[in-house]
């Protein structure tokens, strides 16, 4: 941490002030990368959750080769080239999205695809993980991760600290104002961040819904308790109708706002328990109506994109992601592995002027899993010439 620490620099900030609760301490620090220090040694680190503590900080862009295809998109770095055909700019745009929980999944990815558009990037993320991240951070360890297509490090302006289960103050139960877990950090529930983000910048232009939760996730639905039914909707699904309310009053007019689901909103997925199906089809239902009554009051557009399995740290916790990846690797019409940055690329085009007509949709961006009918690896399909990939 010493080394780290000296390749980093930390100041004391005026961040934003809102009426603290009792017992809660706010504050506030900046840390910028010193772009000519050696790189950060990659040390190994606990943390699966990628968040700050209501920190604004600056990342600036250090030498980190980049030895990997990422998301496509036109960079600010590019400003002075020619571009030919179609790009994705969204130079001048902020983005708060919320529920960045490690540098390997789907949220990250849409940070990343964002900036390197050209957008501001802003985070909320889960209260109890961020020492872990600033840990993290400071040892270097999403240094790599980070790598734009200019190879230039993405840029996150500014992180708050979030809990979405929470729309006021007045809905956090007395065992988690009093959780150490919570100490130190202030103004986290969704109403509080809203007023943040407004006093800290304005206004935003993009929405990001990238969190989910379902305690009982494990369990079968039969076997699911009413608490931890209605658990996985508040997490999963009315979070997203609590952040577009509370986020659409200072969201620039043409605006946008993505949420991530999953096909088990409409197919049965054994083992994908605890209600999560059920919150993933409200969560559809939802951007439906949300897309109409945020387009006509607001002129915000509303999709989601239905996402294919991903062997991120979050998706491990159901139990069987490894094998969902190889089942949708040998019925998928596209035998891939799908990869976190192709979702975030399809976020940012939603985002996008590209995508100034689409609406209420849901965008599927599984290597076309979605439309089989059938798993054509049964062995009833065994004397079939279906073409396969074998390699």
Avoid at 5 to 32: D, E
Avoid at 285 to 302: C, N, P
Wanted: glycine share 8%; hydrophobic share 40%.
């Amino acid at each position: 941490m010493a080394a780290a620490a000296s390749n980093i620099q930390i100041a004391t900030l005026k961040h934003c002030q809102l009426p603290s609760r009792k017992g809660f301490k706010p504050f506030g620090t900046t840390l910028i990368g010193n772009s000519k220090a050696p790189s950060f040694a990659k040390l190994s680190s606990s943390s699966n959750i990628s968040s700050l503590p209501f920190f604004q900080r600056r990342f600036v862009s250090s030498s980190v080769k980049n030895e990997r295809t990422v998301t496509k998109a036109t960079a600010e770095a590019n400003d002075s080239k020619p571009i030919s055909g179609l790009s994705i700019d969204l130079k001048g745009k902020r983005a708060f999205i919320a529920g960045v929980a490690d540098d390997n999944g789907y949220g990250w990815a849409i940070a990343k695809a964002l900036a390197a558009a050209g957008a501001e990037i802003l985070v909320g993320t889960w209260v109890p993980a961020l020492n872990i991240f600033e840990s993290s951070f400071r040892r270097g360890k999403f240094d790599e991760s980070r790598v734009l297509p200019d190879g230039s490090l993405m840029e996150i302006t500014k992180v708050y600290p979030l809990d979405a289960v929470f729309d006021s103050p007045e809905d956090v139960p007395e065992d988690i104002k009093t959780n150490k877990r919570y100490a130190g950090s202030s103004n986290w529930t969704v109403k509080e961040v809203a007023e943040c983000v407004k006093q800290d910048f304005g206004s935003i232009d993009i929405l990001v819904h990238s969190l989910a939760n379902g305690p009982e996730v494990t369990k079968p639905l039969l076997e699911t308790s009413r608490n931890g039914y209605l658990a996985a909707l508040s997490a999963s699904s009315y979070s997203y109708i609590s952040l577009l309310k509370h986020f659409v009053p200072i969201m620039n007019p043409g605006g946008a706002s993505l949420s991530l689901t999953y096909i088990a909103s409409e197919r049965i997925i054994p083992g994908y328990g605890g209600g999560m199906s059920s919150a993933k089809a409200a969560l559809e239902s939802d951007t439906r109506v949300l897309a109409f009554e945020a387009g006509r009051k607001h002129k915000i557009r509303v999709n989601t994109i239905s996402a294919g399995p991903l062997r991120s740290r979050a998706a491990k916790a159901i139990g069987f992601i490894d094998m969902m990846i190889d089942y949708s690797s040998v019925n998928a019409p596209l035998q891939k592995e799908l990869s976190a940055e192709e979702v975030g690329n399809t976020a940012a085009f939603l985002a996008s002027p590209l995508a100034s007509a689409i609406t209420g949709a849901v965008i599927y961006v599984d290597n076309g899993l979605n439309a089989m009918g059938v798993g054509v690896d049964s062995p009833m399909f065994k004397d079939l010439d279906i073409p396969t990939d074998k390699h």
